[in-house]
């Protein structure tokens, strides 16, 4: 049980910070040498840049067939890791000991936390590979010799932090929760396969009659 909250926990954490890192503009950061008092920030769907006096503004993206090609794979993973980490996050919560749904068929609980855990897992791997590959191109282009220096360069967002711990919050608590199962397998005690027979009590004193003593009695 205490495996089953643990996973739980980290799977519902993993999928808030998932659906954050999805729609939040902080993928990659910019600070411009000549005017330090601006900072832009980077996200799937928009770009914002923030003065001195905390003013934001904010620009959407203009074609989606205009991106580069890891930010158009990127919002269709990260779109398909919130769905996945939700349904994960659902079949787990039915297949947990403490839900009363299907107690009278424990392996049907089990199939369905073995299925939102391998389901978590996906949603972590569908989180890690965009966030992994621009950052991997954001490393790239901060180290393109071919570039002028005075150009100034994108670095790390905090969301490529975030969506990095998301994808491991995701992974692990589907992991546990996959792993749970063998564990309530074999906590769920076998069926007896036959009833004793009631014996037979006497009358009076609630002695045992047995077949060939019963000629001696009487």
């Not at 205490?2 to 999928?15: D, H, N, P, V, Y």
Request: proline share 6%.
């Amino acid at each position: 049980a205490k495996a089953q909250m643990g996973g739980m926990l980290l799977a519902l954490l993993g999928w808030v910070s998932s659906c954050v890192t999805t729609f939040v503009p902080l993928w990659k950061n910019l600070n411009l040498d000549l005017n330090e008092l601006e900072v832009w920030n980077m996200g799937l769907w928009q770009v914002c840049i923030t003065q001195e006096e905390g003013v934001v503004e904010c620009q959407a993206h203009g074609s989606f067939l205009a991106l580069p090609p890891e930010l158009r794979i990127s919002r269709l993973l990260m779109c398909l890791s919130n769905g996945l980490g939700l349904l994960g996050c659902l079949l787990a919560a039915l297949g947990l000991e403490g839900w009363r749904t299907c107690e009278d068929k424990p392996g049907r609980k089990r199939r369905l936390l073995l299925a939102g855990g391998v389901t978590l897992g996906m949603a972590g791997i569908t989180t890690l590979v965009p966030i992994s590959w621009v950052a991997y191109n954001t490393v790239l282009d901060f180290w393109d010799e071919t570039v002028p220096d005075i150009v100034p360069r994108w670095e790390f967002g905090e969301a490529t932090f975030l969506g990095w711990f998301a994808g491991a919050f995701l992974a692990a608590g589907g992991l546990l929760l996959a792993c749970s199962t063998r564990s309530t397998r074999t906590a769920t005690p076998l069926a007896p396969a036959c009833h004793q027979a009631p014996t037979a009590r006497g009358p009076a004193g609630g002695h045992h009659l047995h077949p060939k003593n019963a000629d001696l009695v009487i």
